[in-house]
């Protein structure tokens, strides 16, 4: 599969949501690779900011990894992932790891749209993004979303006009 330049207008923004781009991984039986992203991202000049968005836990490796996110040249936005419980086994608590950076990502385009940016590229197949795409279709902006086969939410595909929608095995050989 031939890999696939994106054809970018104007001053460009991207936001990877990890903690969505990571789930990718069962679909694509691999990891995807942010620093491959990155790379990729970089040979388009008209990429301005490369937002990364992912909770931090007590692990070390959690820290280690935002560290290194921070050395790639992303702009790392991270906050305390909770523990959510989201059942019993007998006296025991079943807990679910749990830490949304939606609205962090939302705050970011708006500050990029301050400072005249025009595309909008997002590594999330996450339908509760529609509100902020609309938003941006309805501004004349160039909408991409990076995507994964499996991995698009309904509220996503069902839009027609003004998206670019892109499986990221076409974008980037992981």
Known sequence: MKK???NLRDKTAAYIDWANAYGWRKTLKEKPDPQKIFKYLSELKQIEFKGFYYGTDKHPK???FI???????YQVKTK?????????????NIYKRKCDLDIEICMDVYQCLEKGFNGFIFFTGDGDFEP??????KKR????????KGHLGREIWEMK??????????????
């Open 4 to 6: 696939l330049k994106l």
């Open 62 to 64: 959690s820290k280690k």
């Open 67 to 73: 560290k290194l996110m921070k050395k790639v040249g």
């Open 80 to 92: 305390p992932v909770k523990k959510i419980i989201i059942g019993h086994l007998g006296d025991k």
């Open 132 to 137: 902020i795409y609309k938003y941006l279709i």
């Open 141 to 148: 902006k160039q909408v991409i979303v990076v995507y994964t």
């Open 161 to 174: 006009q003004g998206i670019f929608k892109v499986e990221l095995p076409r974008l980037i050989k992981t």
